[in-house]
């Protein structure tokens, strides 16, 4: 592939086989394939990192609820809410699961705010999964 970028820097790529030589235009600038890709996916701003980090824990932390909650034949944590407020068979189970949930979402709140108010530094998401309660301890 040759890349290149017109004054407007929108990036172009053609075939280097020469097959499209025609569609080239004089106004075009030759580049690498590593500045086109800068062009074409520009660096993430602080703001944005954050807003991936704070989203990337939060899938992180759904996905741990609903696979424990899949290891017990729901089909996600939410599922539990099916079996809760009456009595049935899984009401008990769907309880302790909801509590479990509940106090790690409120982990996550402190961990937050925390955070946010500059007592400790963003954590990984690892870091966060390793602070979250245990079911059933």
């Known amino acids: 592939m040759k890349y290149f970028k017109n004054k407007n820097n929108e990036v172009f790529a053609y075939e280097d086989d020469g097959s499209q030589e025609d569609f080239i235009l004089s106004d075009l600038i030759s ?4 500045e086109a890709l800068a062009i074409t996916n520009p660096p993430l701003t602080a703001g944005e990192i954050l807003i991936k980090q704070v989203s990337d824990i939060n899938n992180a932390i759904q996905n741990h609820l609903d696979t424990k909650a899949k290891s017990l034949r729901y089909d996600d944590i939410n599922a539990i809410g ?3 407020g009456y ?6 189970e769907a309880e302790k699961l909801g509590a479990w949930a509940s106090s790690c979402w409120k982990v996550a709140g402190v961990i937050e705010a925390d955070v946010q108010a500059g007592n400790r530094a963003m954590p990984t998401v690892d870091e966060v999964l390793a602070e979250l309660p245990v079911y059933g301890a």
């Open 87 to 92: 009595e049935n068979a899984f009401r008990t």
């Open 31 to 34: 580049i690498t394939e590593t």
């Open 82 to 84: 099916k079996y809760v």
